[in-house]
């Protein structure tokens, strides 16, 4: 198995920034993409930003410009750069990943941090 715990997220205001950090322990192959997600209450769980290992990158158009995603894939941790926030971003954010691995590929989650951004 492999697990995934999120950090960074909170209580900011419009305008503020946060930095989101997610790392991998356990049967860790080679990483393929991570990326975070977000969900609220009764809602799908929706993309906010991937990257694959090779440094490709995709963005939901509502975070274009705002967010930004890196990752060490040696460690494996992946990183979301929250700036510029509104209200309109508060949600929990999931962690995600998939690797190459002989058993274990994923896609996994994280249990999700909370992000909330006061007006």
């Known amino acids: 198995q492999v697990h995934l715990v999120e950090s960074g997220g909170g209580l900011v205001h419009t305008g503020g920034s946060l930095r989101l950090s997610c790392v991998a322990s356990?049967?860790?192959?080679?990483?393929?993409?991570m990326g975070w997600y977000r969900q609220a209450p009764g809602n799908q769980r929706i993309l906010v930003a991937s990257i694959t290992a090779g440094g490709n990158t995709n963005y939901a158009d509502s975070v274009k410009g705002r967010f930004t995603i890196s990752m060490d894939a040696g460690e494996p941790t992946v990183y979301l750069h929250m700036s510029s926030l509104r209200p309109e971003d508060t949600d929990v954010y999931y962690c995600?990943?998939?690797?190459?691995?002989?058993?274990?590929?994923?896609?996994?989650w994280g249990q999700g941090t909370q992000v909330t951004v006061s007006s």
């Open positions: 356990g049967n860790i192959g080679s990483v393929k993409e």
């Open positions: 995600r990943m998939t690797q190459y691995h002989s058993i274990w590929i994923g896609p996994f």
